[in-house]
């Protein structure tokens, strides 16, 4: 009995035996199972490095902030700093320290918690770090221990030590001991010394209670642990150790403080790399980036914004609508020559939206050399051509209530006979609209758009869509792309892709993107020179005057209908540059300080070009040997003659220069004329009502200078709504007939301008005057005729030099 006893007993051992076995054997099997596979494994997330146009740091994008580095390049103290603290066997053990996971096991019984200490060896550490979680169970424990021995069997002890290194967390935002180094010293990690070296290796037990940042005192008495370490096992000597005890912290975290350097031009270029090699391999491929940017200009323009809006200039408003201080700027500098972006700020802050590429906003007038230039490509116009800038009506059905004037000038000023150079110099209206209509909006667009401008709509291209001429887009415009399109007319009419990076390399030094950016010709060197030569009048003599430097400098000026947008985009012979001003929320920024206008604009664009060129040679714009300069008279756009009271000297495509010498201009009369009839003044007329007038001898056409002034009447306007207009009529200018209510140009039945001339009574609302007797009259005439010796003289002493 008692031998069948113990044969049960002995069985049901056995089964329970070879149960627990086989549950054992599955569990782990499984656990195995549902382990990572580590056969390529190369090395976990690397930060993405960024560089500027001179090699230097300016930011890593990163999931974890990590840079690889070889372990030959890292010093002998650290590497023995590492295994002195961590894993003093690790150059003999498989993986796994069963003597020290023994003694840890003993510790952990008696204090009762299984899983207070865990022995782990610089292997299983590095196989936790890369592949698991850091939960203290036993599962984790299990896959840890069986990763450990296939790192051992897979790879040597230095490649080993090399992964963790590389791998492991040391405080802050710092993976990996390169980064470490640079977060901590200011240093790269081969030029370590013994003293940072062993600091560096005492933070994997507790990066943040023994980072130096944050406790400076636990920091040096874990180095000096560390340190003591060294010596026990002999990896330094006495003196090396007290020496290095001895040594202070000497942090050095320069590298946070240019966290906000061209933070927009970052976004750019962080969205570029994420468009190209997707966000994963972006923030943990390990890529050098190399860029376009230009520290010293990034500097100068973001100094300039901040003196800006610092002293004033710029005022400060905090919007309802927005987080963000109004209005926003932005500044985009491009190299002309290859499209290179050397300066981005896209607002003032560091927030998310980037002004500089997503804001699509009004251009104003900074799109009128784009119409210009279509003029001078597609339609048979020149520098010289004149254009009629007076009134025209948004209805040409006749007077009616439903008339309005449309487009207007600025402060309803209207010039009268005009060039193309005189219209663009002073941003007139009228003259853009007029050249719109003639040459189509359709090819407007289709020549705006080979310039890189791509946010049109559809409703853009609308066959009467005038107001496209004035720089009223259904969307708007970039400040980028609008630099990039004037950048083609300094280039001599190329158009070359704007672009902030040049090369990528991958985390193997490998080049795996360089910059091909697109380059094409939009327009001839020529007609490239003819806008440019207009805008540059700009600057010289109009809107952009503030823009002014010791070289030559081309440029427009853009403001919006109430303020709601201001631009100067303008550039030399090297550099083409927008600014922008506006409010995020499109209010008006008419403000109770000041308005802000395109005049602060181009002061923001002057003051920072100054700079940025300051040390550039310079290099004017240079004359195509296609193009002749011509002396023309400006209200004819004919040769100038000896009688032409005023001479613009214009750039002509040679062949399309006038041939023909002006004929309007000839000897002029001053006669006195009573100002209330229009007709010939008696000597009793009023002295008050009676002026000097200019007429040509022969034509009797009256000429300037004069001013008229006219006022719409329009039921359907409220009384401050009425256009109140003025015409300005120039020295040697032809006085235009004009319709009083409108301003709009009287015109013979055959077409041609009606002009004031002479009149050939006196005035009769005085009958107590005698007229001029026939002494009188000839005494004027003798005097008429002495100033007309040297006619082209008297004509500037009369009207002054223009």
Avoid at 58 to 73: A, G, I, M, S
Wanted: proline share 4%.
């Amino acid at each position: 009995m008692k031998k069948r006893t113990k044969a049960i007993f002995l069985i049901t051992f056995l089964l329970i035996f070879a149960l627990g076995t086989g549950a054992i054997l599955g569990a782990v099997t499984w656990i195995i199972q549902d382990t990572p596979d580590i056969s390529d494994y190369k090395g976990s997330s690397e930060a993405t490095l960024i560089y500027d146009a001179k090699g230097e740091l300016l930011t890593k994008l990163f999931k974890e902030n990590r840079v690889y580095v070889p372990l030959e390049r890292m010093p002998e103290d650290l590497k023995n700093a590492i295994v002195a603290i961590e894993d003093t066997k690790f150059y003999v053990h498989h993986g796994i320290d069963f003597w020290g996971i023994g003694r840890a096991m003993v510790n952990n019984i008696m204090k009762g918690d299984l899983l207070d200490q865990g022995a782990s060896t610089i292997t299983q550490q590095l196989a936790r770090n890369a592949f698991l979680t850091l939960d203290k169970n036993y599962l984790r424990k299990i896959q840890e221990a069986y990763l450990a021995i296939q790192f051992e069997r897979l790879y040597t002890k230095s490649e080993i030590l090399e992964m963790y290194l590389n791998e492991i967390f040391l405080g802050h935002s710092a993976y990996g001991v390169e980064t470490a180094s640079l977060q901590y010293f200011g240093k790269h990690v081969w030029e370590l010394d013994l003293a940072e070296s062993a600091l560096i290796a005492g933070l994997p037990q507790s990066p943040n209670n023994y980072s130096p940042l944050r406790n400076p005192k636990l920091a040096i008495k874990r180095r000096n642990v560390v340190l003591d370490r060294m010596y026990e096992l002999d990896y330094i000597s006495k003196s090396e150790r007290d020496k290095a005890k001895n040594e202070k912290l000497n942090l050095d975290t320069v590298e946070e403080k240019s966290e906000n350097r061209a933070h927009y031009f970052i976004l750019y270029v962080r969205d570029q790399l994420i468009d190209r090699f997707g966000a994963s391999m972006v923030y943990s491929g390990g890529l050098k980036v190399h860029t376009t940017l230009d520290p010293e200009m990034q500097k100068l323009a973001e100094q300039t914004i901040n003196n800006k809006i610092e002293n004033g200039f710029i005022p400060s408003f905090q919007s309802n609508q927005s987080e963000n201080l109004q209005p926003q700027l932005s500044l985009v500098s491009l190299d002309v020559n290859n499209g290179a972006i050397r300066a981005m700020v896209g607002g003032r802050g560091t927030d998310q939206f980037n002004r500089a590429y997503q804001a699509v906003r009004q251009p104003g007038s900074a799109f009128k050399p784009f119409v210009y230039s279509t003029a001078l490509i597609e339609g048979d116009y020149t520098t010289g051509t004149v254009i009629n800038d007076l009134p025209m009506l948004a209805s040409e059905s006749g007077k009616g209530n439903n008339l309005s004037i449309w487009p207007r000038d600025y402060g309803d000023h209207y010039r009268g006979l005009i060039n193309l150079n005189t219209a663009l110099t002073h941003s007139v209206n009228v003259a853009a609209v007029k050249l719109i209509k003639d040459v189509g909006v359709k090819k407007v667009i289709d020549f705006t758009k080979r310039l890189g401008i791509s946010t049109f709509t559809e409703n853009d291209g609308l066959a009467d869509h005038y107001s496209l001429a004035l720089g009223g887009l259904n969307r708007g415009v970039t400040p980028l792309e609008m630099a990039s399109a004037y950048s083609t007319f300094a280039n001599k009419g190329i158009y070359t892709e704007p672009h902030a990076i040049t090369r990528v390399y991958n985390k193997h030094d490998k080049l795996i993107y360089e910059a091909q950016p697109e380059s094409k010709m939009v327009m001839s060197q020529e007609d490239s020179y003819l806008i440019t030569s207009m805008l540059k009048s700009v600057v010289d003599n109009g809107t952009g005057h503030r823009a002014q430097m010791n070289r030559d400098v081309a440029g427009k000026t853009g403001t919006t209908n109430d303020y709601t947008d201001a631009w100067f985009v303008g550039f030399t012979s090297q550099i083409a540059t927008s600014v922008w001003i506006g409010e995020d929320t499109r209010r008006s920024m008419e403000y109770d300080v000041k308005t802000v206008s395109s005049g602060e604009a181009a002061q923001i664009w002057g003051d920072y070009m100054r700079a940025a060129v300051k040390d550039m040679p310079v290099i004017n714009f240079q004359m195509p040997e296609n193009i002749i300069e011509v002396d023309v008279d400006p209200y004819t756009g004919l040769l100038a003659n000896e009688y032409s009271p005023r001479i613009d000297v214009l750039p002509y495509k040679r062949g399309t220069e006038p041939n023909q010498k002006e004929s309007l201009h000839g000897p002029v009369e001053t006669v006195r004329v009573d100002k209330a009839s229009g007709l010939l003044a008696t000597e009793n007329c009023p002295s008050d009502q009676v002026e000097e007038r200019h007429y040509i001898s022969g034509s009797n056409i009256r000429i300037g200078p004069a001013q008229k002034s006219f006022r719409e009447v329009n039921s359907n306007k409220k009384s401050d709504e009425l256009v109140r207009g003025t015409y300005t009529i120039a020295a040697g200018e032809p006085v235009q007939q004009i319709d009083h209510e409108y301003g709009i140009p009287k015109v013979q039945r055959n077409g041609n301008l009606r002009y004031e001339t002479k009149p050939d009574r006196y005035c009769n609302r005085h009958p107590a005057s005698a007229p001029l007797t026939q002494e009188q009259d000839t005494s004027s005439d003798n005097n008429n005729s002495k100033k007309e010796e040297n006619p082209i003289r008297s004509l500037f002493d009369i009207f002054g030099n223009d």
